[in-house]
């Protein structure tokens, strides 16, 4: 099975599944009244992917419109905070950041049962592999470089002039995540430990770069949670931006240029890949084109970020590995994902080890 393939089933919309109904007319009489310009009659349907936060297809005459919502039932605290998803796009809109346009934000669980909100449907092109099969060869690095110029303008905003110097915890940031991880995998022993793990348990802690930085990050900026215009090298809107938080810029950086290193078959990736023959950039290159557009000379702790990145990773997927074990992770995917662990974390452990680029 390929875990990068399977994504694609993900694609599209299909009718509202099981559980995840809710009182469409009230919905549409609550956007009478708060998106300006709507009008019904009003069609729902869900998109496929397995977002935490579910979204759906508004579809009138005049208009589409795309609702996040949190799921329903019982949540953890602060989990699954679409008002800080709804915040963070409507600040980055201001400033001319390629995001979807946030109509309003319900806070009132007696309209659909939990809060939610109304952002525009962007239409574009969404790409699932990095390697563009389905870009002319001539055009592929333009498509990289639009990647490139958005993560890079991303990190070089002023997140205390545009309202979000509460939007995080400034500094830190590897010494936090690389406890919370740590912790989780270390508490997860039915999943078992790897060798690799325990090493970069001890050598993440002890090998974090002098210095500090924080930008807003987006905390999953991959080629697939992009639009692109449907005919041009250029992005619409950057999607997904449940995780988005303050935190290290060069951290974001890094797992964006993990589909470097990222097998195939785990998460559509360009390790193994023939670069020049694709006409692709080189690693090398990338890395420069962001260090010019964000000011640096070049990032000396390269590596440690890679390997923070591929441990993070392997983290999330021992703990899927634990839910397998325990019967509550029952999916084709889940199972795939708790069996390549150990690559993901060898690769990791490999990147530390590895010469700076």
Known sequence: MNIAADARTNEGTTAV???FHFDEPRLAEWMRAHVPGFSGPLTVEQFKGG???PTYRLVTPGKSYVLRRKPPGPLLKGAHAIEREARVLDALERTGYPVAHVHALCTDEAIIGTWF???DMVEGRVFWDAALPDVPDADRPAYFDAMNEAIARLHSLDYAAIGLADYGRPGNYF???IGRWTAQYLDDAEAGRDPAMDRLVEWLPANIPAGDETSIVHGDF????????PHEPRILAVLDWELSTLGHPLADFAYHAMMYHMPPHIVAGLAGADLASLNLPSEAAYVAAYCARTGRA?????RFYMAFNFFRLAAIFHGIRGRVIRGTAASAQAAERARV???LAGIAWRQAMSASL
Do not use: V
């Not at 991959?222 to 215009?229: G, S, V």
């Not at 070049?298 to 390269?302: K, L, M």
């Open 17 to 19: 599944r099981k559980g």
């Open 341 to 343: 662990f150990p690559e």
């Open 117 to 119: 909100y109304i952002m």
């Open 298 to 302: 070049g990032i000396p702790d390269y």
């Open 222 to 229: 991959r080629i697939d949670n992009l639009i692109f215009h």
């Open 175 to 177: 010494a936090r995540q």
């Open 51 to 53: 977002q935490s936060n």
